[in-house]
C-alpha cells in the first residue's frame, strides 16, 4: 500500500500569500497517477489536479501542482478568501488507492 | 451534466447490513470505473472500493475486505455497495464518484454523499 503523508497540518496564511502543501508518498505512484481536491465543511471534495500537474477543469490558475515518483506539490499562488479549506492528495495508480491525511489552510 | 445521487444510507446496527445505491446519468455509464470513497465524522477520505466499466475487476480496501461488495448494473446506470457486518468504524459519509484505478478523477464527478450511522 502506497502511504502519502501530507504536511504540514494545518498552514496559516492570509489572503494573497503563497502557499505550498506537500504530498510524499511512500513508494513511487505509478505514471503520476496523483490528484489534489479541496475540500470545504459540508461538500464533497472538488478535484484540482489530477496527473500531477494537469489542472481541472475550471479551476483558476493560480493553482498548480509539480512533482514525480515520490514528492509532489500543490500550489497556490496568491490565496483568495475562498480557498481557504482543507486540501487532500491522492494517488489513483495502484491498489488501495490511497489519500493522504490532508493539509488544513486557514486564515492567519 | 454528470449526476450522481447516492441513496441507501440510514442507521444500522453493528453486524447489520445495508446496500448503497449511486445513480449515474449524462455519461455513458458502462464505459467508466466507479469507486466508492467515504469520510468518517471530522475525519479524512478514505477510498473503499472501485470496478472497472464492465465490472468484470473489483477492488476494496482491505478495512472493508470480505465484508464489503461492490457491483453495478450498467442496464440500471447504478452503482452498488452492499454492506455487511457493520461496524461502528463505519460511520460515514459515502460518497460515489467517476474513477477508478489509473483513470476517471481527472473529471472531478462525484455525488453528494450518503451517511450511513452504526450505532446501538
Known amino acids: 500500500e502506497i502511504v502519502l503523508t501530507q504536511s504540514p497540518g494545518t498552514l496559516s496564511l492570509s489572503p494573497g500569500e503563497r502557499a505550498t502543501l506537500s504530498c510524499r508518498a511512500s513508494?513511487?505512484?505509478?505514471?503520476?497517477?496523483l490528484a489534489w481536491y479541496q475540500q470545504k465543511p459540508g461538500q464533497a471534495p472538488r478535484v484540482l489536479i489530477y496527473g500531477a500537474s494537469s489542472r481541472a477543469t475550471g479551476i483558476p490558475d493560480r493553482f498548480s501542482g509539480s512533482g514525480s515518483g515520490t514528492d509532489f506539490t500543490l500550489t497556490i499562488t496568491r490565496l483568495e478568501p475562498e480557498d481557504f479549506a482543507v486540501y487532500y492528495c491522492?494517488?489513483?495508480?495502484?491498489?488501495?488507492?490511497?489519500f493522504g491525511g490532508g493539509t488544513k489552510v486557514e486564515i492567519k | 451534466e454528470v449526476q450522481l445521487l447516492e441513496s441507501g444510507g440510514g442507521l444500522v446496527q453493528p453486524g447489520g447490513s445495508l446496500r448503497l445505491s449511486c445513480a449515474a446519468s449524462?455519461?455513458?455509464?458502462?464505459?467508466?470505473?466507479m469507486s466508492w470513497v467515504r469520510q468518517a465524522p471530522g475525519k479524512g477520505l478514505e477510498w473503499v472500493s472501485a470496478?472497472?466499466?464492465?465490472?468484470?475487476?473489483?477492488y476494496h480496501a482491505d478495512s472493508v475486505k470480505g465484508r464489503f461488495t461492490i457491483s453495478r448494473n450498467n442496464s440500471k446506470n447504478t452503482l452498488y455497495l452492499q454492506m455487511s457486518s457493520l461496524r461502528a468504524d463505519d460511520t460515514a459519509v459515502y460518497y460515489c464518484?467517476?474513477?477508478?484505478?489509473?483513470?476517471?478523477w481527472g473529471e472531478g464527478f462525484w455525488g453528494q454523499g450518503t451517511l450511513v450511522t452504526v450505532s446501538s
Open positions: 464518484a467517476k474513477g477508478g484505478l489509473t483513470s476517471g
Open positions: 491522492q494517488q489513483y495508480g495502484s491498489s488501495p488507492l490511497t
Open positions: 470496478i472497472s466499466g464492465s465490472g468484470g475487476s473489483t
Open positions: 513508494q513511487s505512484v505509478s505514471s503520476d497517477y
Open positions: 449524462g455519461f455513458t455509464f458502462s464505459s467508466y470505473a
